[in-house]
């Protein structure tokens, strides 16, 4: 007899990763055509751009899709990077999950390496063509030519060409790859994921040639690079137990104390030293001799001994200005505001959140703003309703800060509203990386800093809309003039022209006390109008975090 | 009438003068306004009328929240005078709207965009001249009937009340010009309701009883009022009120009697002190028990009743305190069709005909 167990039991295999991908492309954001495209592109670029950064040159990118038929394209992406040694060329592209980030907590555009490769697999399932990969690392090295596919049984590549070839270029990668895919203008588009991206990467040059042939240069607007990150290690308050754990398993060092030194992140040995005691714990403890209730005990006291917050050149913000140049040149406005807020912390991870307001100019007047999500310089073109920033920007009463709003919806009006996070580990939702989790945290940031420039849109707003609705109204006496001169000539058997020119004269004398008669007293209430909204939400987030601590509390009894 | 009727010409030419008088001296003209709200009505104890009080307001040309107001205020009295008066002709309120709404040129802006624009400047030019609406060649819609035994000469044409079938008379707006003859009635009997008028007109309730009944839709208007007060004052009949036994119902009466507050600058014309209210009231319901027939009040009605209880001339009234006081103990109002519970022509057979010959009225 067999049983139903070993029945099973030869059923039950290993998975390999990319035939995980095959069944499950949605989750990495390859489930539709339109999106694919995208996609594709959005992998490549965020390559380049963390290949040139690590390099410290002047990022220069040229983007080109050729369109094969109707739902067929090539996607060639070229850099002025650091290139790829030989050896390392089929596992970067042909493996999923290998890569070098994702065991580090630094700010980075990609996270776990799926991204390119699943790429190469997307182009192999729905062409069957080989991706075609150029590299060089060096004007004295010979440059790299690789054609392969990924061996989806196995999660290796396959190399079916590895040669040298001649390259006009000293150093730099490129890849062509062709996939199935459609070609759309609009809002989730190539042509906006590379408009989004030039803008939050004003160091950048970029060179995009379209389906149509069309050539479309985003220059850079500042020579100034990022700053370059550092690897952090995690930080003690908001890690969670099962991390704790794991660390403690993984540590290299002998002690309690010589762990929690060497392996977080702003834990010296004075602080260590009152950590261990908190806990009722030898300092000279062997980590993986802890038992659960240790490891327990150990976990609160990491939580309520005061650590200092994170250090903070991990983080590479845009910076307000320089976002503030991204965005004059990318988009057409009367008044841009920016801001970066200070970094901040949510378990255990530091991040910061920068925003940006363009208004006016040629931004569509009667529509909802037009919402920017970026995520460590990267556009978030999809699932805009699952994610924290447009909870952020919806939650807040946008009315005293100059722009209309109904109900807990976007607001309305001529405005493009730019956030941005940078992080260590951004949370998001799921592997597409399209949505950022709602962290209370992290939504807090966004608020003040969306606060921030609201303040200043909402003095421009009353300043400069009010006074030209204001000369609107005022210019309105000119038409009205001729009427009343009819209407009194009818009425009193009077010529009209001469009661045209005295009601024109008498205008002009009037003229200032009419322009005199508004504007200041709208700014005022305006001003007083936010102060009270910002000061109630204080006290409401201030309930909230009360309560929280109450929940939590009942949790922990 | 003739001699009157060159006057008002004048009248509206007099307004535009003046405001001519002002432009010629430089000054930002402006137009003075009775102010036609609560605030500025006054119950006169003595006459039992509303009145208008002596507050006013300035409305200027050059300021930007008054400009358009005082375009559309000269613009309309030049239409009214150019167009109506001048040419001895009458136009509807709706008519008067279209004349006046245009787009102003190079604008997207209209004169009038609505109808309530047009008529609140027709009464403000009522308030300013001191004119009438009527007198001004101004029409509303015709919302009325009436029937009985009385003959009316409607611009020359006979009209025999007792012989309209059952529609009846269609009450003109303006009645002023009206004529009776051949009044042969003990009373009359106002309703709100047209359905009541049509169960007692189809009951033959007025050659029976003796009377004329009339009706409005809901509110009466002005030429309704004119038409029963002309009766009160001309053929020394008394007017009776049939209304639901609701704060509305009250209102609608009181109305009648002392004006309203939106036109208590034309009360002298339209109100008729000595009108009675014969019901339904709240003391029906428990005589002719009704309870059954009880709507609840919801909190609108809660608040109509306690703005109106408190208006001056509802406030030193006991029988209609006393009245508001049941509406809330019994938290309810009851339709005058309540009655058709005790029989179809209960309310002409037996119930009018009784409390009016036991004169049980409300004042």
């Known amino acids: 007899m067999v049983t139903i167990a070993e029945e099973l039991a030869k059923k039950q295999r290993e998975i390999s990763i990319s035939e995980f991908f095959l069944k499950n492309r949605h989750l990495l954001g390859f489930d539709n055509p339109t999106r694919a495209l995208m996609m594709v592109v959005k992998e490549a670029v965020d390559n380049s751009l963390d290949a040139t950064t690590e390099m410290k040159v002047l990022p220069e990118i040229k983007i080109e899709l050729k369109q094969v038929t109707e739902d067929r394209f090539i996607v060639i992406v070229e850099d002025n990077g650091p290139g790829i040694v030989r050896q390392q060329i089929p596992n970067i592209f042909g493996k999923l999950l290998y890569g070098s980030k994702f065991h580090s907590l630094r700010q980075n555009r990609g996270q776990q390496g799926i991204g390119i490769s699943a790429a190469v697999l997307y182009s192999q399932l729905t062409t069957g063509k080989s991706t075609k990969i150029?590299?060089?690392?060096?004007?004295?090295?010979?440059?790299?030519?690789?054609?392969l596919q990924i061996d989806t049984q196995k999660n290796d590549p396959n190399v079916l060409k590895d040669q040298e070839i001649d390259w006009d270029k000293d150093h730099g990668t490129k890849i062509e790859i062709e996939i199935e895919g459609r070609y759309l203008k609009g809002k989730q588009?190539?042509?906006?994921?590379?408009?989004e991206t030039a803008i939050v990467n004003p160091h950048a040059t970029f060179i995009y040639i379209s389906p149509e042939k069309e050539k479309l240069v985003y220059e850079r607007v500042t020579e100034e690079l990022p700053v370059e990150t550092k690897e952090i290690k995690p930080h003690p308050y908001g890690i969670e137990l099962g991390h704790l754990i794991r660390m403690l398993q993984d540590t290299r060092a002998n002690t309690i104390s010589g762990f929690l030194q060497s392996d977080f992140s702003r834990i010296g040995q004075q602080t260590a030293k009152g950590i261990c005691s908190k806990a009722d714990l030898k300092a000279e403890e062997k980590p993986k001799k802890l038992d659960g209730r240790q490891?327990?005990?150990?976990?609160?006291?990491?939580?309520e001994t005061k650590i200092m917050a994170p250090p903070g050149d991990c983080l590479s913000p845009i910076k307000a200005e320089l976002l503030e140049k991204g965005l004059k040149k990318e988009i057409n406005a009367d008044f841009y505001v920016t801001s970066t807020r200070p970094l901040a912390v949510y378990r255990g991870m530091p991040f910061q959140i920068?925003?940006?307001?363009?208004?006016?100019?040629e931004i569509e007047k009667e529509s909802q703003i037009r919402l920017m999500r970026f995520a460590n310089r990267v556009p978030l073109l999809y699932q805009q309703g699952a994610c924290a920033i447009t909870e952020a920007v919806t939650d807040m009463n946008w009315k005293p800060y100059g722009l209309q709003q109904s109900g807990n919806n976007l607001p309305t009006g001529p405005a493009i509203i730019l956030v941005h996070i940078a992080s260590v580990w951004v949370p998001f939702t799921n592997e597409a990386k399209e949505a950022i989790a709602h962290y209370d945290e992290i939504i807090k940031e966004m608020k003040l800093a969306l606060q921030e420039c609201g303040r200043k849109l909402s003095i421009y707003i009353h300043k400069h809309i009010r006074a030209a609705e204001q000369r609107d109204k005022i210019n309105l006496f000119e038409k009205y003039i001729p009427e009343l001169a009819s209407a009194l000539s009818n009425l009193t058997n009077n010529k009209r022209?001469?009661?045209?020119?005295?009601?024109?004269?008498?205008l002009k004398k009037e003229l200032p006390t009419l322009e005199a008669e508004n504007g200041a007293i709208e700014e005022d209430e305006s001003v007083q109008n936010i102060k009270e909204q910002e000061g109630n939400k204080k006290i409401k987030n201030e309930k909230k975090e009360k309560q929280t601590t109450l929940n939590t509390k009942k949790i922990r009894r | 009438m003739k001699k009157k009727k060159s006057k008002q010409p004048l009248i509206l030419k007099k307004l535009g003068d003046n405001v001519l008088k002002q432009i010629d001296k430089g000054k930002n003209p402006n137009i003075i306004v009775p102010i036609r709200a609560l605030s500025n009505v006054i119950y006169n104890e003595?006459?039992?009328?509303?009145?208008l009080g002596n507050k006013t307001a300035a409305r200027y040309f050059f300021n930007v929240a008054h400009a358009k107001k005082f375009l559309q205020t000269i613009e309309v009295a030049s239409i009214l005078k150019k167009e109506l008066l001048d040419t001895d002709k009458h136009e509807h309120l709706r008519g008067v709207f279209y004349m006046a709404k245009r787009t102003i040129p190079e604008t997207d802006i209209n004169l009038v965009d609505d109808q309530v624009e047009s008529d609140k400047i027709i009464e403000d030019l009522e308030v300013i001249t001191g004119l009438s609406r009527e007198e001004l060649h101004v029409s509303a819609n015709k919302m009325g009937s009436m029937v009985g035994k009385l003959t009316v000469v409607d611009s020359g044409d006979k009209i025999d009340c007792s012989r309209l079938g059952k529609g009846g008379y269609s009450i003109p707006s303006i009645t002023d010009e009206l004529k009776f003859k051949k009044v042969n009635a003990r009373y009359v009997l106002y309703m709100e309701k047209a359905a009541i008028f049509e169960r007692l007109n189809e009951d033959k309730f007025w050659l029976k009883n003796n009377c004329i009944l009339v009706t409005s839709q809901g509110q009466t208007t002005r030429g309704i009022r004119r038409l029963l007060q002309r009766l009160a004052d001309e053929e020394k009949l008394p007017i009776y009120v049939l209304c639901d036994a609701d704060v509305y119902g009250a209102y609608i009466y009181s109305v009648v009697k002392y004006g309203s507050i939106a036109l208590a600058h034309a009360a002298e014309r339209l109100t008729i002190p000595s009108v009675k209210y014969v019901g339904i009231t709240m003391d029906d319901?428990?005589?002719?028990d009704l309870k059954k027939q009880i709507i609840k009040l919801d909190d609108k009605d809660l608040a109509r009743i306690k703005q109106v209880s408190q208006y001056d001339w509802f406030k030193n009234n006991k029988d209609w305190q006393r009245q508001f006081k049941l509406m809330k103990?019994?938290?309810?109002?009851?339709?005058?069709?309540?009655?058709?519970?005790?029989?179809?022509?209960?309310?002409?057979e037996k119930y009018l005909p009784e409390k009016i010959k036991n004169k049980e009225f409300l004042d």
């Open chain 1, 134 to 147: 150029y590299s060089r690392v060096g004007p004295k090295k010979a440059a790299h030519y690789f054609e």
């Open chain 1, 189 to 195: 588009s190539v042509d906006e994921y590379i408009k």
């Open chain 2, 329 to 348: 103990e019994l938290n309810g109002k009851v339709e005058i069709q309540a009655l058709a519970t005790k029989g179809i022509s209960f309310i002409s």
């Open chain 2, 46 to 51: 003595k006459t039992k009328t509303l009145e």
């Open chain 2, 285 to 288: 319901v428990v005589k002719y």
């Open chain 1, 295 to 303: 490891i327990e005990a150990l976990f609160k006291s990491l939580q």
């Open chain 1, 497 to 506: 022209d001469p009661i045209q020119e005295r009601l024109q004269k008498i």
């Open chain 1, 354 to 361: 920068e925003v940006g307001i363009s208004f006016g100019g």
